[in-house]
Structures are given as structure tokens and as C-alpha cells.
DNA sequence: ACGAGTCATGAAATGCATTTCAAGGGCAAG
DNA sequence: CTTGCCCTTGAAATGCATTTCATGACTCGT
């Protein structure tokens, strides 16, 4: 800069000035100075740039790519969330960081806010990292989470209203006489583990019963297996509620091994309406959440918090798209 | 620092060589100053430390959301390919900065070169960004790009086989006495055009045609309406090779309103293997690419660029994998 | 025509860590 | 017992831009 400054016959200050787009300086300065730093290729040095400023305008969305390593990623849901997210951050000039999750250690996401690296994060899926999030949110570290929204705890969560619709599927069901149910999915998640509270309030006074299949992780595959090795071991139930669409049809596929189909053996009903589900034969029955939305708001929370202000948490409306299963 | 510094009552140099695991200092005072700065929650700033060092050990990777706003996101396979990015780079410990494409501007990547914010870029999908693209290079900026390898550009590009891809879909046309083609996709895109191609190439010496339907954009949604209005003022082809899974999924859905099923009727190729095409009904034929590996030769490549070497484009292999359709 | 008030610009201080270079302490060899 | 070397540590310079604060030029009102 100070190159610029001395060529363009100003000072430093004057640089600087033009170069932020500060008004205080004349349009024929503004003119000359631009284009002696443009035809010297110059641009400001972000990491001086932000050692002075206090602010680094980026944001660490965390995601566990981790949980999808090796297979085939089954459901988009999760990166349909990420592209929402880096909408909205692009619309406020603020930088994405896409980072794997530090190892359940909260002074590690708080180091990156003293470093100076980010000034907050979004965690997108919370998983079983729970207690880590609630000492994080102790230690005042600005960060939002898309996953359950649980009111006794301290940080700020958006996520879709799973108890809802486990409720839907369980009314569903009910609706087409169904008595024995399968939920699949894995209720070490707190997301999942709402869905299975909504399916079972379902239930109350009513004479249907729920049982529960958790499967290895969340891939095509290993539902296909679990499944097919259930099945082989139980009676089959007369409705299934899998954790995902992509899950509904493995369970359709291993259901099919035992001669089983949809609608006519077992009521099914996946999660997330992902494009195929309607394509699919049989069309399979789902809740939707309001993916599209999330981004914008999760951003929005997390600004607030880092303006050092407070953030309630928002639960996201669901709803059954009714099809053939 | 200078703090840490006094309260451990060593020197600045001293502690940042604790903090940066230098060999030079004593395990008693490396000890000592590490607990101090634990004890008072001290971090390096990063901004400081990137001003002094030259590297950014930052790779954006540049990837266009936009082209998937609204609607749902149809097919997961440029997010495989992302999170192989991802994982290739934390192996690294380089930060991924998730970017928005700069409209058309290798300016603006070169100066987020010079302002030391990046030392290079990966661009995921290179759609119809490549006059940049060339410019880009004769800058001098360090970048890889996904998609269609071709060797008279100036760049290095990593990327399945496309022309394979597509000859071997007409190869299993022609195996199924199928004469009437019809290509579904957008052959403003690199990859799609080599595709197509390579289909082309399977029909020198044979008797097939090939008819080309350029979809809206690449959701199912304008797929399954394009398809079907293609479908209502032309004749049905025998063959249908589409630019995705998804989109073959589309093109079931709107061949069934016609009365017109895979395989009786017409035989379908898809691309990608995504899980699902194997569960649905038909169970689709798809052309796989080896999306695993990817992400770890990109950053490969991007690394030797950086480092001031030369690399050379790579196709990657793609195959065939039968089903019903 | 003179004091008051604008406005554009510059000098110097500031934000923080790394790195050369020099110096001090300790130890082994002569 | 001394010389020379290695090892650990510190002083000072460096990387770069922003922001007060001060200064000079110039305009306007009376």
C-alpha cells in the first residue's frame, strides 16, 4: 500500500481511503489511486486488513462430512441446508468456512473466535455431540445449530418440528388401521429420538404399538441390510417409519425380498421429500421440512448472537405429503 | 502474546515458538508457557500470523449454488464430490472457503490471490465458465477445475471420462437393437457436450440416430415437464440417455404417462449411480464415475500448482452398470 | 476583508506474531 | 583451566492496513 501511496503521490491514509470506499476523499483522487492499484495488480492484504479491523466476516458452518465417508451419500437433505446457509452468507458479504468438526472439544471453536479465524458457527446436524454444545454455549462462543430444538437447552437451535412429524406418520397410520409399527432410525440422535416421541404420542389411547430398529449409520446400504437381517429374524410390522427417504426405499427394497409391498403389506412413510420419493414406485408417502428457509434464519440468529445479542430458538413447521405407501 | 509472554516471564519469540512446536525450546519452559496461555484462554491470532508468514493454507473451493436455488437439489452428486474435497483437505489441515463463482471475473480471483486470502482455487462443475477459466490461468493463479477434460485448454482439469460415458451407453443401445436416440441434456455444458460425443461415436458405421432435448435447467421438476412436452410433439425414441439419475427418474415418470415403459418400450441410461437408481422401479442402467478419488487428486494437483509445479489434466475412468432398464 | 467553519489529506500510532541476528550459559575437549 | 562449540533465549526489525489527530487550503457569512 504504501507502494501505491508513494506512485499515486498520496499516502497511505489516502489508500486506504479509496480503496474502502471511504467518501472522504476527492473523485479525482479516488479516479487516480484506483487505477494506479489497478494497473499494478494491487489488492489489500486481508490478514493486515483484518489484524487491524476486529471483525473477520467469516463463518464456520460445521459439517461431519465424516458420517457419509466411503459410501455413496444417500440423502441431499443435509447439503440442501449447506446451500441455504451459503445463500444467505453470500447475501451478507460474509465468508463461508467449511470446516469437519473438532473432536468434541468446545476450546477448540472457542480458540477459532480468540484467533481471530471466525466469529461464529453453525453447526449443521448436531448428531450426539450435544453436552460438547452446551459447554460451548457457556463459554459465550456465538454459534446457532440446525438439528432438535430442545427448550432447556442454552443455545439457540432451528430445526424442523421432528415431533410433529412423527406424530403425522403415527396419525397416518392410525388412519389406514395400522397396529404394529417399525420406527427406524437412530434415536441416539436427538432429532430422530423427537420423531420417535411424536410417533409414540400417536399412539396414546390408541391400541398400536412401536417397535424400534436402529440401524448402522445412515447409507442406503447398511438400511438395506439392517432391514433384510430384521426381517429375517421378526414378524414384519405393518407400517414402517424410516428416517429418511432415501431409507424408505431400502426398507421397500428389503420389504420386497419377503415378498412385502407398499401399501398392500405395510404403510410407509420416509422423511425429507426428496425428489425421487414422488418418482418412485410406489410413490412413498413423507414428511416435509421447510429446508429452504433454514439457511436465511440460521444466519440471521447467529448475526444477533454475535452482536452480542439474545436468540430464541424457531421451530420449522412439517407436513405429510400423502402418496401411494 | 506480549502478555502471555511477560506474565511466563520469557519472551515474545520464545512463546511463539512453543505455540508453533518449534524444537528450540526447553520442555520445562514449553510446558510453562503453555499453561499459562491455557490458563488465560490465550490464542494466536491468525491474522497476524498469516500477515507474517506468506501462506494462507486456504483453498476456496468455488462451487455455484445458484444454479440449484429454489427448486430442490436433484442429484447429491456434486456434493460427493465436495465432501471428497473436504476430507482431502482437512488431511492436509488446509481450510476450505466455500465460494460462490465471481461473476466471470479472473480478476477477482487473482487479487484473492494477491490479498492473500486463498492460495488457490478449486472450481466444482465448470459449466459454462471457461473463457474465464483461460484467462484465469494466464494469470498465473494457482487453480483445479472439475469437468470436462480437455487438452488444449490451458489449465488442469481432473474428470471422469465423458466421451467413454457416452459411447458406452450407445454401445448398450445398439446391443439392445435400439436405433432411435434421444439425448437429454444441456450440451452447453462441457461435460454433457463430450457426452454426447461419445455418443455420437458408438453410432459411426451403424444405423441409429440421435435427437437431442435440451432440458431447463438440471432439477427433476423441469426435466419431468420438459420430457413430457417433448414427448407430446414428437415420436417416442427407443433410447433415452439422460444427464443424470434423477433426470432418468424424470424421464420414467414422463414416458409412464405415455403408456411407455423401460425396458419394453424404450432402454434408459442414467449417470452418477446414485443409491437410489438401483432401488427404483425399473431399476435404472447408470454410467458410474469414480467420484471418491476425486476430491484427493484435485487437491493434489492444486498443491503441486501452488508450489510452483506443473499438472497435468486426468480423466478418470467411468463404467457401465446394467440394470432393467 | 476577517474570523469561523469545511473539507481533503498526511504523520504517527496501533493491531499481533514471526524471524533474523546476537548474546549468554553450559559443556566437552584440549 | 581455558578455548570453542552448541543450545537456549531475547532485542529488534518486519509484514500491512486502519484510525485517530492534526494541518493546511479554501469557502462563506457578515
Redo the contacts with the bound molecule.
Keep these: 500500500?504504501?507502494d501505491?501511496?508513494r506512485i499515486a503521490?498520496?499516502?497511505?491514509?489516502?489508500?486506504?481511503?479509496v480503496?474502502?470506499g471511504s467518501?472522504?476523499?476527492?473523485q479525482?483522487?479516488?479516479d487516480h489511486v484506483l487505477e494506479v492499484a489497478r494497473a499494478h495488480g494491487?489488492?489489500?492484504?486481508r490478514?493486515?486488513?483484518k489484524?487491524?479491523?476486529t471483525r473477520t466476516d467469516t463463518i464456520s458452518v460445521v459439517l461431519d462430512f465424516g458420517s457419509h465417508r466411503g459410501g455413496r451419500i444417500a440423502d441431499p437433505f443435509i447439503f440442501e441446508l449447506l446451500a441455504g446457509v451459503a445463500e444467505a452468507l453470500a447475501v451478507r458479504k460474509l465468508d463461508l468456512l467449511l470446516s469437519p468438526p473438532a473432536a468434541q472439544d468446545e476450546r477448540a471453536y472457542q480458540d477459532q473466535v480468540n484467533?481471530r479465524v471466525v466469529d461464529g458457527f453453525i453447526f449443521l446436524g448436531q448428531g450426539e455431540r450435544d453436552p460438547m454444545l452446551r459447554d460451548l454455549a457457556k463459554l459465550g462462543v456465538p454459534f446457532v445449530v440446525w438439528g432438535a430444538v430442545d427448550p432447556t437447552e442454552p443455545y439457540c437451535a432451528v430445526g424442523s418440528d421432528n415431533r410433529l412429524g412423527g406424530r403425522l406418520a403415527g396419525e397416518y397410520f392410525l388412519r389406514s388401521g395400522r397396529k404394529d409399527w417399525l420406527f427406524i432410525g437412530d434415536t441416539n440422535h436427538a432429532e430422530i429420538a423427537m420423531r420417535h416421541d411424536g410417533l409414540s404420542e400417536a399412539t396414546h389411547g390408541k391400541s398400536a404399538s412401536i417397535r424400534v430398529l436402529r440401524t448402522g449409520d445412515m447409507s442406503y446400504t447398511s438400511t438395506l441390510n439392517d432391514t433384510a437381517a430384521y426381517l429375517a429374524t421378526h414378524p414384519a410390522p405393518d407400517a414402517v417409519f424410516a428416517f429418511s427417504d432415501t431409507a424408505a426405499m431400502a426398507v421397500i427394497a428389503a420389504f420386497k425380498e419377503q415378498g412385502l409391498r407398499a401399501p398392500e403389506d405395510f404403510a410407509l412413510v420416509g422423511y425429507n421429500n426428496i425428489p425421487p420419493a414422488a418418482a418412485f414406485t410406489p410413490a412413498i408417502t413423507t414428511v416435509e421440512q421447510e429446508t429452504h428457509i433454514a439457511g436465511a434464519i440460521l444466519v440471521e440468529k447467529l448475526m444477533q448472537k454475535i452482536e452480542g445479542g439474545r436468540a430464541a430458538s424457531t421451530v420449522l413447521p412439517t407436513r405429510l405429503i400423502v402418496r401411494e405407501t
Excluded: D, E, W
Excluded at 23 to 26: E, H, I, N, Q, R
Design positions: 500500500m504504501a501505491i501511496a503521490n498520496v499516502s497511505k491514509p489516502t489508500v486506504s481511503r480503496l474502502s467518501p472522504l476523499v476527492t479525482a483522487t479516488r494491487y489488492a489489500v492484504n490478514n493486515a486488513q489484524l487491524r479491523q484467533a
